[in-house]
């Protein structure tokens, strides 16, 4: 009979050192088990240490994958009162009616500013544009400010910019049709490359029909309607990043409707029987609603509409009439709600998974802490202070109150200047008088007025006499947050110090000064 010896010699460390011992019977077949498996427990653990990294990763593939795409698309002088599914009376926005039905509509929300430019500097950087001396229309942002589209670019997003830009510091040239026309050109220093977008095809302000635009810096003529033609550029851009799949910030922002009014024939056909005037801004409108349509469309043919954050809204105020503000006071130009009050919505399937409505005060400082929020993008060195919120928690339904103030003020370099604080419900404006008019024969205006919106969006029954603390703590509210932006406009967010060219600043309009 054959015998298999279970003898095994192993070493042991005793108290006078290491000795080698000779195990028998059950304890050396253990000794022979465990050594055996020993080199499989080591495999094992290898094993198990490959599989967690491969999971890490994953999750930061994951992670990148989950990072929304954002689309900010921006009308040119909209108003308030200008859509159908606020009860624009002849107008007709199927696109922005369906958009405002199926996502975040917010009903008090503000622009940054009462004119273009200053309104899209703070777009572009979450801080009121005085901050920066974007003052007006056609007064540049400063290069040294740090843009949505340079945070998410660090992030790796793929940024496109289409349309207007008008923060370059120029109105352009009158004869938007004929080369140059009012191409951005490669060599602005503040064009849209140098500004954090890697693809632009912009123009230096307003465009109707046959435009002149610049594509990466060189001026090219197109055919067509401004707003097809600025989508047209967009979606291009939105297909390649969707085939690549990257995430893209996709900036559209759109010429119209501001003057002079330029419709297709079709799309006037809608409002023949219109004044001609009425049918050309309708007209125009008509094509921004198609545009709006178009993108939304191919965002769910690519299958990336689900995680695609869109923000649809306005540069300022009405400037086509009672109707165009939805019959609030002021218009373009003053900081009465007509003014500053416009249409804006948010899309987000993937974190607003059903319609929603919100009175509360939102405004257009609040798109860029909102957006870095939204992608986990951070800006290495962040200016500031920001004048937005992350409204993130408004999306998820977490948020009714905004807990900080809106400030308004219509021209940081004159002290005395109109300048308006929204405290919800309370709107508060100082130095009304100075107030450009807004109503015939109206006679004077008190210097400081008092409205709760909430209950008075017309602005027609001063409470200032009735709550003189509530007045007086909105006073000093405001006037420390001016003293704030004073001090950025002196160059006092920026360590180190910006260089004195960087400072200038143009001196005030006088009165009469046209602006566009």
Sequence with gaps: ?????????????????????????????????????????????????????????????????????????????????????????????????????????????????????????????????????????????????????????????????????????????????????????????LSPGKMGFDTWVSADNFFDLDPVLGRQGVAEKFQGEGSDIVTDEALKFIRSQAAAKKPFLTVVWFGNPHTPHEALPADKAAYKDLPEAAQNYYGELTAIDRSVGRLREALRELKVADNTLLWYTSDNGGDAGPKSTGNLRGSKGTLWEGGVRVPGIVEWPARIAKPLVSAMPCSTVDIYPTVLAATGAKAEKQIQPLDGINLLPLFDQQMTERGKPIPFWADARRDNAHATLIDWPYKLHTHASNARKTRKNAGPVAEVLLYDISKDPKETTDLATQEPERVKKMTASLETWKESVKKSLAGGDFDPPLPPEALIIPKAPRKGDKKE
Excluded at 9 to 22: A, E
Aim: proline residues 6%; contains cysteine.
């Design 1 to 189: 009979m054959l015998r298999l010896s279970l003898n095994r010699y192993v070493p042991r460390l005793f108290k006078g050192g290491l000795k080698v011992v000779k195990l028998t019977g059950k304890k050396a077949l253990r000794a022979t088990f465990m050594g055996a498996a020993q080199p499989l427990m080591f495999m094992k653990n290898q094993l198990l240490c490959t599989l967690s990294l491969l999971f890490c990763l994953a999750c930061a593939v994951q992670a990148q994958n989950d990072r929304p795409n954002v689309v900010l698309i921006m009308a040119d002088d909209q108003g308030w009162g200008d859509t159908g599914y606020n009860g624009h009376p002849e107008l007709k926005t199927p696109n922005l009616d369906s958009l405002a039905a199926s996502g975040l509509r917010m009903d008090r929300f503000y622009t940054g500013h009462f004119n273009c430019s200053p309104t899209r500097a703070s777009v572009m950087t979450g801080r009121h544009p005085h901050r920066m001396g974007t003052f007006g229309p056609g007064s540049p942002i400063r290069a040294q400010e740090v843009t949505v589209a340079k945070v998410l670019q660090s992030a790796g997003y793929a940024t496109g910019h289409f349309g207007k830009w008008h923060l370059n510091g120029k109105n352009g040239d009158r004869n938007t049709k004929t080369p140059p026309g009012r191409a951005i050109l490669a060599d602005d220093p």
